[in-house]
């Protein structure tokens, strides 16, 4: 269409008609890209439109400046008042172009990565010595009378974590002891040598098991709470609250947790190792037909209190591993969930692979002193 | 449809939302009952009250978040009851919600956030999704620079400001606001009134708005309702409740800091 008022400039006019709103506008805009002319001088009327919202406005807006970029001109023409109103106020905008995001190599990311990650490795050793250097003189400071213990807190947290524990504990336990029993009974009837069952499952589970298996519980289940409850705190500011209140968080959150831990896992694991001893006797009496008293006098003569103490004395260690990396990784937590649980997610992994090298590391130590 | 009329502009008023009877209560003694609340399409509606009068107690039973013991909720002119899922979803499409605590998705970029609400309920190109989200940024009078940022990054003024673009970003009907100049600095809280008039200037919002900011309620709100008594004591303008005769009433809009409002 030639305009009137003179030959020099194209004039197309363009009708923008039915609903231009953030329903339609992903089908509308294809459709008119193409109506961008180089020189032309494009009339949008608006007389026919229908309902109008941001995303459609936006969209015809958008349409003008690609227009002037190509070198051409347009005006709008006939629009209602609201919609006349709408453009113009989002005329001005989003006409900044937005910072590109960086490009990375993928080489060099990998290895910063590797740095971080062998970094990290040391500040968690830092960390860990450092939360527990405080935990103990958070300690020492109540031994010495100098703070109270919270004792409200430690009795809560021992409940939680110890005595709502104990029926899972419990049934876990004596399922493994039954497994035990009867895998072993199974090769050992084959030699006629059934009663040694009860030397098996009576030592493997007193020594090392029980106390393994309560402590890999106890570090999914009060471990991953701990880290959660401080993290979220932590997010809510309560834990800045406490230290501009001139309190130690360590002392008030750290210490009765790592307290109620230390007391409730050896606990934890004297039910454990009874659970899977009454899963041995039960398989004992109905699958390898070993009478009651007989089982009790093998397990007299084999099950000796040492084997006992050993299992019981790993277990205060065990506790602290948990209840210190999960009070780290607890104050580890930042702003947002994914955060919280990135952190929850770490403290457990950490330690259940902790949990192991301690029962490790005890292993070796109880080898080469012979007991 | 509804809107379709509403969007001509009709003289007669339209309840966009009337709620009758409410009953509210979490076990034990009801926080509303027997409460009768209406919004008219266009306005800019302010709830106030006393602490724990329930004013966003009846924010959220309205947009669905709690349960009411008894009385009828109807939305643009449906009652909630006897909707299908359907409707539901498609009404929250045509609600939007500023939460007080901004409650932005912690793990989404501010852009990211704000586009949420077209990526799940509109099939548009990636491209025109984030063009959108900033446009409403904009909007919402933040930098184009904040997009990339993490909510943990920003002040409390910018998250509401965030928040408010979120609620928007759909072009809804109405837009429920809870305390949204609370925290805010006088001159920030001051734009956000202006905001919140030009966006309805622009795209026909209704609003309602539970607010104690006695500015806001004198320059935007159209009419203001008063909870107490586990309902709605009164509602007019901020000169008609001036001279209401009730305790809380008088001391709220005749206080000491509402002593310097004046109205011809």
């Known amino acids: ?371 | 449809m509804a809107d379709e009329v509403a969007r001509q502009g009709d003289e007669e008023r339209e309840a966009v939302i009337s709620a009758r009877d409410l009953v509210v209560g979490f076990s034990g003694e009801p926080i509303l009952d027997g409460l009768d609340i209406d919004v008219w399409r266009g306005e800019i509606l302010g709830v106030v009250g006393g602490s724990g009068t329930g004013k966003s107690v009846l924010l959220r039973t309205i947009i669905g978040l709690n349960n009411r013991s008894a009385g009828s909720i109807k939305i643009f002119g449906k009652d909630y009851d006897d909707m299908s899922n359907q409707e539901r979803q498609e009404i929250g499409r045509r609600w939007g919600v500023l939460f007080q605590q901004g409650a932005l998705f912690s793990s989404l970029t501010v852009l990211q956030n704000v586009g949420v609400p077209l990526r799940e309920h509109m099939r548009l190109p990636e491209e025109l999704v984030d063009e959108l989200a900033r446009l409403k940024i904009e909007m919402a009078g933040l930098p184009a620079d904040a997009c990339g940022k993490y909510p943990a990054e920003l002040s409390g003024g910018m998250i509401k400001r965030v928040a408010l673009a979120r609620a928007l970003v759909l072009d809804p009907d109405i837009v429920f606001l809870d305390e949204p100049t609370a925290g805010l600095d006088p001159i920030g809280a001051a734009e956000f009134d202006q905001l919140i008039l030009k966006l309805r200037a622009t795209l026909g919002l209704t609003v309602f708005m539970v607010t104690h900011d006695l500015d806001s309620l004198v320059t935007i709100t159209d009419r203001i309702a008063v909870l107490g008594n586990r309902r709605v004591l009164v509602d007019g303008t901020f000169a008609e409740l001036r001279s209401f005769d009730h305790p809380w009433v008088r001391a709220y809009f005749n206080g000491p800091r509402a002593e310097h409002f004046t109205f011809g």
Request: proline content about 3%; some cysteine.
């Open chain 1, 1 to 371: 269409m030639r305009s009137a008022d003179g030959a020099s400039n194209d004039v197309t006019v363009l009708g923008v008609a039915g609903d231009w709103t953030v329903e339609t506008v992903g089908e509308v805009l294809p459709t008119v890209a193409d109506k961008v002319t180089p020189g032309h001088h494009l009339v949008f009327d608006g007389s026919d439109l229908g309902r109008l919202d941001t995303a459609g406005a936006w969209a015809l807006v958008g349409l003008m400046r690609q227009q002037e970029e190509a070198g051409g001109s347009s005006e709008l023409k006939g629009f209602s008042k609201p919609a006349a109103t709408l453009i113009a106020e989002i005329d001005p905008l989003g006409r900044e172009r937005l910072p590109e995001p960086e490009r990375v190599n993928p080489m060099a990311w990998t290895l910063e990565e590797v740095g971080r990650g062998a970094a990290g490795i040391i500040d968690d050793g830092y960390l860990l010595i450092s939360m527990m250097g405080e935990a103990s003189v958070a300690f020492f400071n109540v031994l010495l009378l100098r703070r109270r213990m919270r004792w409200a807190a430690v009795f809560n947290n021992i409940n939680q974590a110890a005595i709502l524990a104990v029926p899972i504990i419990a049934l876990m336990s004596f399922l493994v002891g039954m497994i035990i029993a009867q895998q072993g009974g199974f090769y050992l009837s084959s030699y006629g040598a059934n009663l040694l069952v009860v030397d098996l499952v009576g030592v493997l589970t007193c020594r090392e098991l029980g106390v393994l298996l309560t402590a890999i519980m106890i570090a999914g289940r009060s471990g991953a709470a701990y880290t959660a409850e401080l993290g979220s705190m932590k997010m809510r500011e309560e834990v800045d609250a406490l230290k501009v209140l001139g309190l130690s968080s360590v002392e008030v959150l750290v210490l009765p947790r790592l307290v109620a831990l230390i007391i409730a896992l050896p606990i934890l694991t004297l039910v454990s190792n009874l659970a899977a001893l009454a899963g041995a006797w039960v398989v004992g009496l109905y699958y390898l037909g070993i009478p009651t008293d007989v089982f009790l006098s093998r397990l007299k003569a084999a099950l000796t209190v040492t084997h006992v103490l050993i299992g019981l004395s790993k277990a205060p260690f065990m506790a602290a591993i948990i209840g210190l990396i999960a009070s780290i990784e607890g104050m580890k937590v930042k702003g947002s969930a994914e955060s919280l649980g990135e952190h929850t997610t770490t403290a457990v992994v950490k330690a259940i692979f902790m949990v192991v090298v301690t029962d490790g590391i005890f292993a070796m130590i109880f080898a080469t002193i012979g007991i």
